[in-house]
């Protein structure tokens, strides 16, 4: 099992900006998959930026345009930056890994958007 933590959350208005960081117990590269996810008040957690091992990425409709996602696999790091931020974004954001079968999550970083 991976140990994943997030920081850089925080309260921010509309239309500032994040970086959320997420430090991994493993070296990242080559793993299946790394990025984040978000679950916000009363909503299912859903899949915000992924890398995946095919060089590949995915990104949530509603959030392309605003965020990116990089990766500093020789610090074991994995970066969301979030330009633009509504209040939509309100949510904790969930560091994710997936090393062939196994998924990692961090404990979690709260975004707050106010407008």
């Known amino acids: 099992q991976v140990q994943l933590v997030e920081s850089g959350g925080g309260l921010v208005q509309a239309g500032g900006s994040l970086r959320l960081a997420c430090r991994a117990s493993k070296n990242t590269f080559g793993v299946s998959g790394i990025g984040w996810y978000r679950q916000a008040p009363g909503k299912q957690r859903e899949a915000v930026a992924i890398s995946r091992k095919d060089g590949s990425m995915y990104t949530l409709d509603s959030v392309k345009g605003r965020i990116t996602l990089s990766r500093d696999n020789g610090k074991n790091m994995v970066y969301l930056q979030m330009n633009n931020l509504k209040p939509a974004s309100t949510a904790v954001y969930y560091c994710?890994?997936?090393?062939?079968?196994?998924?990692?999550w961090g404990p979690g970083t709260q975004v707050t958007v106010s407008s």
């Open positions: 994710f890994l997936l090393d062939g079968r196994t998924t990692s």
